[in-house]
């Protein structure tokens, strides 16, 4: 089974701390994603990835980065957190780009910036 | 622009049948997804379909018309658990997934 991991369930930060997740996949899969979802919003992309050290913005990509020194870890930066910023954040991955693969996700990290 | 409509909630009684509607306009279209999503939890994969026509799969099915932006996910025999938030998903000429905001569905006994 593919597995998806992140680093927190739950996290709790103050304005303007710069605050790191992480997301780890085992199925060697080359896409990885970062959404974050809000109530009526749905999943909204922030950033995703295709290979490592590639990065590419989705719809919502301002205050934060990413980072993917390794195949298996994407990383999602807020550099200043901001009390906009609370939300659920979702990381999935899929095999490749070569095709509507279904996304797997991991179980979800619900950030409050106070 | 891309769109996906779905009802935001819906509420069924338990052992009855529903049909949760999905509607989208996307620039090219390489399938459509539903996911099942409980409270507090990560989405999971139900079904996918990307020909016109009907996908049944146990309990769930999942129908496709693709000359009218149009998916259905028909669940029969509802049970408790089937209480979750589900999560229509078209993958568009990009293969970018276009999500909709997902249709909240109660159970009543």
């Known amino acids: 089974d593919v597995k998806v991991t992140q680093s927190s369930r739950y996290l709790v930060k103050r304005t303007g701390e710069k605050v790191f997740l992480e997301c780890v996949q085992d199925?060697?899969?080359?896409?990885m994603f970062w959404y974050r979802q809000d109530p009526g919003l749905g999943l909204r992309l922030i950033y995703f990835?295709?290979?490592?050290?590639?990065?590419e913005k989705g719809d919502i990509p301002e205050g934060y980065s990413v980072s993917r020194e390794k195949k298996e870890r994407f990383s999602l930066i807020l550099e200043s957190a901001s009390t906009n910023q609370t939300s659920m954040y979702l990381c999935?991955?899929?095999?490749?780009?070569?095709?509507?693969?279904?996304?797997?996700f991991g179980p979800g990290t619900r950030l409050t910036v106070t | 622009g891309q769109n996906i409509d779905q009802p935001t909630e819906m509420t069924a009684t338990e052992g009855a049948i529903v049909q949760i509607n999905c509607t989208y306009q996307?620039?090219?279209?390489?399938?459509l997804f539903w996911y099942q999503q409980h409270a507090g939890e990560a989405p999971t994969f139900l079904s996918y379909?990307?020909l016109d026509g009907l996908e049944e799969k146990g309990r769930f099915s999942s129908f496709l018309s693709r000359s009218k932006g149009y998916s259905y996910l028909l669940l029969k025999e509802l049970q408790m658990k089937d209480s979750a938030s589900y999560l229509c998903?078209?993958?568009?000429?990009?293969?970018?997934?276009?999500w909709g905001a997902g249709t909240k569905l109660i159970i009543k006994p």
């Open positions: 990835s295709y290979d490592v050290k590639m990065k």
């Open positions: 999935a991955s899929s095999p490749t780009r070569d095709g509507p693969y279904e996304q797997y």
């Open positions: 199925m060697d899969h080359e896409n």
């Open positions: 379909n990307v």
């Open positions: 998903a078209v993958v568009d000429s990009n293969y970018q997934l276009i």
């Open positions: 996307t620039s090219g279209f390489n399938g």
